[in-house]
C-alpha cells in the first residue's frame, strides 16, 4: 500500500510539472485530487488491520479495526501532571554535626536590611545607607563589582558591611560551601550574619525596590483586615484588595489554576484583635511581583490604587496561604529561623517556596502573615521575561500541589520541624537533596 501511494504521487508530481504553466484551474485539480489520494491512504491506514504494528515511540501495539491515525495519537496525549506523590526515600536527617562561625564585631544593630546584587549601588541602597536607623549587609556574589568600587559608590557606608565571597566562606565556611555561586540563595549568609549581630528585625530586599516599610504599624492594638467569617478555602489572593485596574490580578506564585478563581478573594472585615505578626509584605508600585505569564497578558507597570492612608494591611487567618517574596519583606525575631532561601531550585522559585515552608510553621506558633499597600517602588533591573518564564516552570507544575500538601500535613505530629518538612519536600520532588544537606546546616548555624 505504501508503494503504491508514493507511486501514484509521483505520477501525478509528473503531471502536474507539466501542466504547471497550463492553468490556474487545472493546479487546482491536481492540489484537490491529492488531498483526496492523501484521505483515502489515511483511511486506509486507519481501518485496514495490520497496517501499523507500533506507536510513534517504537512501543508495539495490537492492530484493530479502529485503530486511530497516528495524527490522532499524537494529538491526543497530554502531557503528565505534577502529582507530588512520594517517589523516592526520605533522606537522614538524624546525623550530628559541628559547625562553627565567626562572629564579626565592626556593626551590631537591631535593623538590618540584607541583600545580594551584581549591580551597582542603587537608589534603594543608598537610601538605606543614609538611614542611620538601618545597617545594610550585601552577600556579594561572583559578578558582584568588587568590594572597594561598591563601597566608594555609596554615599555614607557608615552602616553598611559588604560581604565578599571570601569573606563568607571565613565566616560560614560549612553553609558558604554547600551555596552555590551565582545564585540566589548567597542571600542566606546575609541573613546569618544580621541574625549574629543583634537583628530584632530584618528588611529582606532586592536593590531594584526603593524604600522600606514602618515597622510602627505593628504598635499595639493596630488595625487590620482579616477573613470575615469562615473559609474553607487554603489559599487567599491579596492583590485584588489593594485596587488594581485589570479584572484578574495576582502575585507571582499564586497556582495559576487559581488564578481566576473568585473564591479565594474572600469578603474582608476590620478587627484590632491581638495578633503576632511574623512577616510583613510591602507591595510595589510601577513593577509589582506578578509572574511572567502576567506579563505577557497583562497591562505592566502599574501601581496599585491602595495606599498606606487609604487602606489597611490585610492579615491572613491561620491555615490559609498566599505567596510572598524576597524582594520587599519585613521579618520579625521569631520568624527568622524560617528565613532560608532553598538552593537547589531556581531564584525565582526559592522565594516563593520559602513563603509557603514559612506559613506552615507560622500557622503552627500562632503568627501571622500580613500584606500592606506598596511602601516601595520597583524599578525593576532587566529581566528576559521569556526567561522569567523558563526559571518559573516549577511554581507553574508544583505549586498547587505544594499547597494542599502543606495544609494536609498542619495538623500531623510527623513533621515537626524543618528539616522533617525539607526531607518530605525532597521525597516528592520539591526540592533537591541539596536542600535537605543545606537547612540542617542551617539550622545549626543559627
Avoid at 386 to 412: H, P, W
Wanted: hydrophobic share 40%; with cysteine.
Amino acid at each position: 500500500m505504501h508503494n503504491r501511494f508514493y507511486s501514484i504521487v509521483d505520477s501525478i508530481g509528473k503531471v502536474e510539472t507539466k501542466m504547471r504553466n497550463s492553468s490556474v484551474l487545472t493546479c487546482v485539480a491536481v492540489c484537490f485530487t491529492m488531498s483526496m489520494l492523501y484521505m483515502v491512504y489515511n483511511w486506509h491506514f486507519k481501518t485496514d488491520p495490520g497496517k501499523c504494528e507500533h506507536y510513534v515511540d517504537g512501543s508495539s501495539f495490537k492492530s484493530t479495526k479502529h485503530m486511530p491515525t497516528i495524527q490522532k495519537f499524537i494529538s491526543g496525549l497530554s502531557a503528565p501532571v505534577f502529582k507530588g506523590d512520594i517517589f523516592r526515600e526520605r533522606p537522614d536527617i538524624s546525623r550530628p554535626r559541628q559547625i562553627s562561625h565567626t562572629k564579626d564585631d565592626t556593626l551590631n544593630c537591631t535593623h538590618w536590611a540584607v541583600m545580594t546584587t551584581i549591580y551597582s549601588p542603587s537608589s534603594a541602597v543608598q537610601l538605606l545607607a543614609a538611614d542611620s536607623t538601618w545597617c545594610l549587609v550585601i552577600a556579594a556574589d561572583t559578578k558582584t563589582p568588587k568590594k572597594e568600587i561598591y563601597l566608594s559608590a555609596i554615599k555614607r557606608p557608615v552602616n553598611v558591611k559588604f560581604l565578599t565571597l571570601e569573606e563568607q566562606d571565613a565566616l560560614y565556611p560549612e553553609i558558604s560551601t554547600l551555596i552555590p555561586r551565582a545564585h540566589f540563595g548567597r542571600k542566606n549568609i546575609g541573613y546569618l550574619y544580621a541574625i549574629h549581630h543583634g537583628a530584632k528585625l530584618i528588611w529582606d530586599f532586592d536593590d531594584d525596590n526603593l524604600g522600606v516599610v514602618n515597622d510602627s504599624i505593628l504598635q499595639e492594638n493596630w488595625k487590620y483586615l482579616t477573613v470575615c467569617s469562615e473559609y474553607k478555602y487554603n489559599l487567599l489572593n491579596p492583590y485584588p484588595y489593594f485596587v488594581v485596574n485589570e479584572s484578574y490580578t495576582w502575585p507571582r506564585g499564586i497556582p495559576l489554576e487559581d488564578i481566576r478563581n473568585k473564591d479565594i478573594i474572600p469578603k474582608l472585615c476590620q478587627s484590632s484583635r491581638p495578633i503576632k505578626v511574623g512577616v510583613v509584605q510591602s507591595l510595589a508600585n510601577l513593577q509589582p511581583d506578578v509572574d511572567a505569564i502576567y506579563r505577557f497578558t497583562r497591562d505592566t507597570p502599574f501601581n496599585f490604587g491602595a495606599t498606606t492612608e487609604s487602606h489597611l494591611p490585610v492579615v491572613l487567618p491561620s491555615g490559609v496561604y498566599a505567596p510572598f517574596n524576597a524582594q520587599a519583606t519585613l521579618w520579625m525575631e521569631p520568624a527568622f529561623k524560617y528565613l532560608a532561601l532553598p538552593i537547589s531550585v531556581h531564584g525565582r522559585v526559592s522565594d516563593i517556596w520559602r513563603s509557603y515552608f514559612t506559613q506552615f510553621f507560622l500557622h503552627r506558633e500562632n503568627m501571622r502573615l500580613a500584606f500592606v499597600p506598596p511602601y516601595v517602588t520597583q524599578y525593576r533591573n532587566v529581566h528576559e521575561i521569556l526567561g522569567d518564564f523558563n526559571a518559573e516552570n516549577d511554581i507553574y507544575q508544583k505549586v498547587k500541589r505544594l499547597a494542599d500538601l502543606l495544609s494536609l500535613l498542619q495538623n500531623s505530629n510527623y513533621v515537626d520541624n524543618i528539616s522533617f518538612l525539607y526531607a518530605e519536600l525532597y521525597s516528592r520532588g520539591y526540592i533537591e537533596i541539596e536542600d535537605v544537606e543545606f537547612i540542617q546546616v542551617w539550622v545549626d548555624t543559627l
